[in-house]
């Protein structure tokens, strides 16, 4: 059996990816990779790494067709790309919070030796200090959807991966302004049509691909670690501007919080600091 291994960028991945569909190759996922293809001849793992992994009897056919010479690697491989990802999608307290990011080969590298990964696997206090050499290094961008702007979206869109979609978009805008570049990648949250379809002028050339677990690639952790680092600040604000404690995700402690603040401020102010579409509000309505 004859193994090719070479670490290529997210867009020759993509369409290394629709020529193996167009041949009717079977996908799944293998261990800590995006995808697998498989045909009776050969199987191709796109690994989270960004290696790919070719084996077969004989791929020096497919290799061509592939267009995997040593020239399109080191090319592709030096192109820079956005990450996005989001924060507070899940809390009933505090804004939403989409952040964007732009990597080359340069700044990968020093996001990997400051310790930059998916922000679930980083305390807060981390999270803050990373945030601030992230901001310093990379091209990025924050949007933030305070709880007043959130529920005003949402009776828009009337649907959470809609708005979520217009978050990404945003921030892909907002740094394609800055630095152009031909590529992004978000966590998997919905048909990928979405984000494609809230794009404005300067997103509708871009290759936009979304990927379950995406947060294993660089781009899409530092982007993960800006959303939570902004969230985290707001909510700190939102404590000290109602002096009450606002804890994370939804549980019985976030209930007996949001009464507190209906005792004190009123149910009508609730929209101020939480996502009004959450079941939870059926618990507080008056």
Not at 34 to 63: C, E, F, M
Not at 95 to 104: R, S
Not at 261 to 285: C, G, N, P
């Amino acid at each position: 059996m004859n193994t090719f291994s070479e670490k290529i960028a997210q867009k020759k991945a993509d369409e290394i990816k629709k020529i193996l569909a167009s041949k009717q190759a079977a996908f799944d996922v293998a261990q800590y990779s995006y995808w697998r293809a498989r045909t009776p001849d050969y199987q191709v793992i796109y690994y989270t790494s960004g290696k790919v992994l070719i084996q077969g009897k004989n791929i020096d056919s497919l290799l061509t067709e592939l267009e995997l010479t040593k020239e399109s690697l080191q090319t592709l491989s030096d192109e820079k790309y956005i990450g996005t990802d989001e924060s507070g999608k899940g809390d009933f307290f505090g804004p939403l919070v989409v952040a964007g990011v732009q990597v080359n080969n340069e700044n990968k590298n020093f996001l990997s030796e400051i310790g930059v990964k998916d922000s679930k696997k980083l305390d807060d206090k981390k999270i803050l200090v990373l945030a601030n050499k992230i901001k310093a290094n990379c091209v990025h961008s924050v949007v933030v959807i305070t709880p007043v702007k959130y529920n005003e979206l949402y009776s828009k869109f009337n649907n959470l991966n809609k708005l979520l979609a217009w978050a990404h978009s945003r921030a892909i805008e907002n740094i394609l302004e800055k630095s152009p570049c031909n590529y992004a990648l978000a966590d998997k949250f919905g048909d990928e049509s979405l984000i494609k379809n809230a794009l404005m002028s300067k997103g509708k050339n871009i290759i936009l691909n979304q990927m379950v677990r995406a947060e294993a690639d660089i781009a899409v952790a530092a982007a993960s670690i800006l959303a939570r680092a902004e969230f985290v600040k707001r909510m700190q604000e939102m404590e000290n501007k109602f002096e009450l404690n606002f804890s994370k995700g939804v549980s019985p402690q976030v209930i007996s919080q949001a009464k507190s603040f209906i005792q004190k401020y009123s149910f009508d102010r609730l929209k101020e600091i939480a996502k009004m579409h959450f079941k939870t509000v059926k618990e507080l309505t008056p």
